[in-house]
């Protein structure tokens, strides 16, 4: 197998998915906009330092999800597709997803935001087979729980090899712009580091690795 590795937040977006969801929620008047903003920001700013707790982050966001069906979800989705993330759509993410694909590339999304929240935003990419935290659902409805392990920093390499079940990889690559997926694209034979934060900057540059530009 051949695999394309691509992050989502500030890879492929423009944007952080999930703090937009959150600004969203916010927006829209479904949360208390004064505590789901500070506690929001304060989440975005532990997982730029590299010090997020993605048990606690995602637990603040799967809350939400609790106290509505998964139609009013699906359907609040569609519209925050349409409000916000289609417009934050990278056209170099597009045309690089298809290089893979004419190449024949096995394509994964992998993500550490969540597959309520990515899941669709990938597809709309042509992205299928997608590796995110997962939201727990029990009798078709959300827990707010976590299930099986974070798809963050080392917790995405151990869901890659959850994911590949022992087939065997003979070459692969990694986009990403974030200091925490340095694991992720230590791991790939190609890493390409897109728009990446300073510290992820820094490390390309010491293992020479492939630096490119999707800002739009």
């Not at 609040?76 to 997803?97: D, N, V, W, Y």
């Not at 003979?170 to 997926?181: C, G, L, P, Q, R």
Request: proline share 2%.
């Amino acid at each position: 197998m051949k695999l394309a590795l691509f992050d989502l937040d500030h890879t492929l977006l423009n944007t952080d998915s999930d703090h937009s969801w959150g600004e969203f929620l916010v927006s829209e008047g479904l949360v208390d906009p004064i505590y789901h903003r500070q506690m929001n920001d304060k989440f975005y700013e532990d997982y730029k330092a590299g010090q997020l707790d993605p048990i606690a982050y995602n637990e603040f966001v799967f809350d939400f999800l609790t106290k509505h069906d998964r139609k009013y979800l699906t359907d609040l989705h569609l519209l925050f597709m349409e409000k916000i993330i289609r417009a934050q759509m990278r056209s170099k993410g597009f045309s690089t997803i298809k290089k893979h694909q004419d190449a024949g590339h096995e394509i994964v999304g992998i993500t550490a935001t969540s597959d309520f929240i990515t899941t669709p935003i990938f597809h709309e990419f042509g992205i299928d087979q997608i590796i995110a935290t997962n939201a727990e659902v029990v009798a078709g409805a959300y827990t707010g729980k976590v299930a099986g392990v974070p798809c963050y920093q080392t917790g995405k390499l151990t869901r890659l090899q959850q994911w590949l079940a022992g087939r065997e990889v003979t070459e692969s690559w990694a986009y990403s712009d974030s200091i925490n997926d340095r694991f992720l694209l230590e791991y790939a034979t190609h890493a390409i580091a897109v728009n990446p934060d300073d510290r992820l900057r820094a490390l390309a540059q010491e293992n020479d690795w492939d630096i490119q530009d999707w800002q739009e």
